[in-house]
């Protein structure tokens, strides 16, 4: 989510950036409409459960895409100096974005329901359907921008509680965190997908990031990160299938952003590509720039409709696993064409001036709330009396 943030005069490390299109692509596989009855149709025996166990693990790399997707955002956050004005001036722009998604997708869905009859679309569902559109923050019609939004929010409050009580307590609280929610695998432990998922991460990250010296963790220990928390997802993925066999487990171990298969994964590589030397590519920054729009897209009426495709005209068996891989990475490159129009657009339109808007809706809030001049100063001002209070402890 980084990439809805304020413009930068530094190119951003094209590493970080490309391990965040990764995690798009995991999420893709995850939430692609994949037909498992078309692929294991004909097959039997060691054949069926291979072709179900790798349907399987590609659907549970979800947990990974959410860690990391999120995680890297969370490594930037952890470093700044945040303030309300700045998180809101990211929620701003990144509203802009969802409401030309959630508005396009709408007047796809309405266009398919009259005149290629897919689809319902009665009065209640069309009035749904249109706030939804208009107010996609507000009504969740996409979990994940919401729930970062509402984190932002109240970002520079949770940065500073975990800066005053200190490293062994911020310790103590990572650890009792992953005993209580990274372990259970199926129970969600009111863990669900929602801004309590991203208070819990970005406890870890920062801990990381604050704590732990450069070097400490080798190379070696990250490599292994990465094989131990993939080998275990697999193995109790491969366990599971042996109990219930003929249908992929999508809402396990792995699957679970806060479970440690994909927690040990996601920082494994985060960790190993932030020590690889920067590297600056315009093309990988600019792609990265639009992954959220392959994630905006797939959630959406838009996965009904490949899925229609796929069953009228892909065949069945190891041909159509290969045929749903190759749709599922043509989906996201087209998304990601997609938002470099959308990027095209909003620059000769809305981004003309950008954040010209938002300047202007800040001074009129301080106006309104006169309390909210001191927001950010408030921030800075806490930061000092904890750490005066610090001092005389």
């Not at 590493?15 to 097959?43: C, K, Q, Y």
Request: with cysteine; hydrophobic share 50%; charged share 15%.
């Amino acid at each position: 989510m980084a990439a809805h943030s304020a413009r930068r005069t530094r190119l951003r490390n094209s590493n970080i950036e490309m391990l965040r299109i990764v995690a798009m692509l995991l999420i893709v596989f995850n939430h692609f409409p994949w037909n498992v009855d078309s692929i294991i149709s004909g097959t039997s025996g060691v054949i069926r459960y291979i072709l179900l166990d790798i349907n399987a693990l590609l659907i549970n790399f979800g947990g990974v895409g959410d860690d990391l997707f999120f995680m890297i955002s969370a490594w930037f956050l952890c470093m700044e100096n945040p303030t309300i004005k700045r998180n809101l001036r990211r929620s701003w722009l990144l509203e802009k974005q969802l409401l030309f998604y959630a508005m396009l997708l709408f007047g796809i869905e309405i266009a398919m329901w009259r005149y290629a009859s897919i689809g319902t679309m009665s009065k209640s569902e069309l009035a749904i359907g249109a706030v939804n559109a208009f107010f996609p923050l507000v009504t969740s019609r996409w979990w994940y921008p919401t729930s970062y939004v509402l984190f932002l929010i109240i970002h520079p409050w949770v940065n500073q509680g975990l800066r005053s009580i200190g490293q062994m307590a911020h310790r103590n609280l990572a650890i009792i965190s992953v005993l209580v929610w990274g372990i259970i695998p199926y129970f969600d432990l009111n863990m669900g997908y929602s801004v309590f998922l991203f208070m819990y991460l970005y406890t870890l990250v920062a801990y990381a990031r604050w704590y732990i010296r450069e070097g400490a963790i080798s190379s070696s220990h990250m490599v292994w990160m990465i094989l131990i928390g993939f080998v275990s997802g697999f193995l109790v993925n491969c366990a599971v299938q042996l109990v219930s066999p003929n249908s992929p487990v999508g809402a396990f171990w792995m699957n679970k952003p806060r479970c440690l298969p994909s927690l040990l994964m996601a920082f494994g590589l985060i960790l190993r590509v932030a020590r690889m030397p920067e590297r600056k590519s315009m093309f990988v920054n600019k792609t990265a720039s639009a992954t959220l729009a392959v994630y905006l897209l797939l959630i959406s009426p838009l996965s009904e409709y490949v899925s229609l495709w796929c069953n009228q005209y892909l065949a069945t068996g190891w041909l159509r696993f290969g045929e749903e891989c190759a749709v599922a990475i043509v989906f996201f490159c087209a998304a990601i064409l997609t938002d470099f129009i959308r990027q095209g657009i909003f620059v000769v339109t809305v981004d003309r001036r950008k954040g010209r808007w938002f300047e202007r809706a800040w001074l009129r809030l301080k106006k309104i709330l006169p309390r909210c001049i001191a927001i950010d100063n408030d921030v800075l001002s806490l930061r000092s009396v904890n750490e005066k209070g610090n001092g005389r402890l």
